[in-house]
């Protein structure tokens, strides 16, 4: 009936909306089919990435219905461009969805929008011009599909986060000389603002965790290049440590002293700036923060004058600082400056990546990709037959930071097949009472993860 009722191309309009909907049911709730896994540490979101392309079906099915009513709609040159512009959006939207997700997101975005209102334009223009009434049928689908679409998309001020799904490091970085590794899983949560359907969502799933938008957020985009800037930290960090571990890179190396800001007022204004790096101070060599500290709090007065050398701009300088005196202890002498340690990685070996469209960014992964990478490097491998997860961040030191959203990182583990989960050591307690089953094992250091699987070997 729904055919026959409808002129030709309609089907095509409507089969592509409804198919949005589904879609943007489907990536709420991804996370659900996550225990899949296949031979050789396939997992879901190895599947996830060849999904992203099935959404390409919504723009192209709505090109085909411009298209055809452009050959047989009528309806004169208003609606003429109007297919035209239908048309033209959704091939935008499907290219898209081929060059990647991820970085198009905007142009994406703004193609699905412009390709739904002008064809539901179309089908209510063409609608009153065929039957000179009101649009009650096109007008009624168009509103069904707006409260869908108000349903999955509207934003009510808070963020929820949610599980996720594991992501085998040796299936996702693998590094030049490496062998392909055992079964080390990372683990996601996803963490974004909840929209409407969230609320029954949550009231399926006691995994979904609601709280408060952060006043002054900045605008998702920003949010996503600084989660992208920090999941590249964290391969670039978790390289150098597993090449030193393993003989074949000297790792985090201190590179000077990096001034990150200026006191208003201090002696340092005008004469240091922020970004340069200090390499020596009156011909004493310094390589990291403790050099400086130790060297101006036992061979500094207040008020003498120092000569820093500076790297700015690819420029060396020597620059005369006058101190002063601390505001909390008149014997100490500063510059009134901030600094953090500047570093270099030795990264010896190439290192090629698997782009997933679900890990979009984040720094969580970088303990277990430093263990990957030694899995790989290691000759028979360091999971000594364990199903191995865990999370939490990787440091210049090797120690292993806290992270996020454990709760749900645990449960999301206790869904696949792992015979340990490594965890942050502060992070043990709420991992252990959010997945009972789950042998978690806290740890402060990759050497402890190292050690642990070194003592648990398998028959």
């Known amino acids: ?73 009528g309806g004169g040159t208003m609606l003429h461009l109007i297919r035209w512009g239908v048309a033209v959006s959704g091939l935008l939207a499907a290219a898209a969805i081929a060059l990647g997700l991820q970085e198009m997101l905007a142009w994406l975005i703004g193609s699905i929008a412009a390709a739904a209102l002008l064809l539901f334009a179309d089908l209510l223009i063409m609608e009153y011009i065929s039957r000179r009434t009101l649009p009650w049928q096109s007008g009624i689908i168009l509103a069904v599909f707006a409260a869908l679409l108000a349903l999955t998309l509207w934003p009510t001020g808070k963020m929820v986060t949610y599980p996720a799904m594991t992501l085998n490091l040796n299936r996702y970085a693998h590094m030049d000389g490496g062998e392909s590794g055992g079964w080390i899983d990372g683990v996601l949560v996803f963490d974004r603002p909840a929209v409407l359907a969230d609320s029954l969502y949550g009231r399926l799933f006691p995994q979904y965790v609601f709280q408060p938008k952060p006043q002054n957020q900045p605008p998702l985009t ?36 990096l001034v990150a800001g200026i006191v ?63 505001e909390d202890d008149a014997t100490r002498a500063v510059m009134g400056v901030s600094v953090q340690n500047k570093v270099k990685l030795d990264n010896p070996r190439k290192v090629y990546f698997t782009k997933y469209t679900a890990h979009a960014g984040g720094p969580s992964h970088g303990a277990m990709l430093t263990l990957a990478f ?70 402060s250091h990759i050497d402890e993860v190292l050690d642990w699987l070194n003592k648990h070997k398998r028959p």
């Open 1 to 73: 009936m729904f055919l026959r009722t409808h002129t030709v191309g309609q089907a095509y309009y409507y089969a592509g909306a409804l198919l949005f909907v589904i879609a943007l049911i489907g990536a709420e709730l991804i996370w659900l089919p996550a225990p899949i896994v296949g031979s050789g540490g396939f997992e879901w979101i190895d599947i996830i990435n060849w999904l992203q392309y099935s959404v390409a079906a919504v723009p192209l099915l709505w090109v085909a219905g411009a298209i055809k009513r452009l050959r047989h709609g």
């Open 222 to 257: 920003q949010i996503y290049a600084e989660a992208v800037e920090m999941k590249n930290d964290a391969n670039e960090i978790a390289s150098a440590i597993a090449l030193q571990k393993v003989g074949l890179g000297k790792g985090v190396l201190y590179d000077g002293v």
């Open 264 to 326: 208003n007022g201090s002696p340092a204004q005008g004469v240091l700036e922020a970004g340069d790096i200090i390499d020596s101070m009156n011909g004493a060599p310094l390589t990291k923060v403790e050099d400086l500290l130790e060297y101006m709090n036992t061979k500094v007065e207040p008020g003498d004058q120092v000569t820093a050398e500076v790297r700015r701009n690819n420029a060396v300088l020597k620059l005369d600082v006058k101190t002063k005196a601390a």
């Open 374 to 443: 030694i899995d790989q490097l290691t000759p028979g491998g360091v999971t000594n037959g364990h199903h191995v997860a865990g999370t939490g961040t990787i440091e210049m030191d090797g120690s292993i930071g806290m992270v996020g959203g454990i709760p749900q990182k645990a449960y999301a583990v206790s869904r696949t097949e792992a015979d340990v989960f490594f965890v942050p050591a502060e992070a043990a307690e709420a991992a252990a009472k959010a997945a009972p089953t789950l042998n978690v094992v806290a740890v």
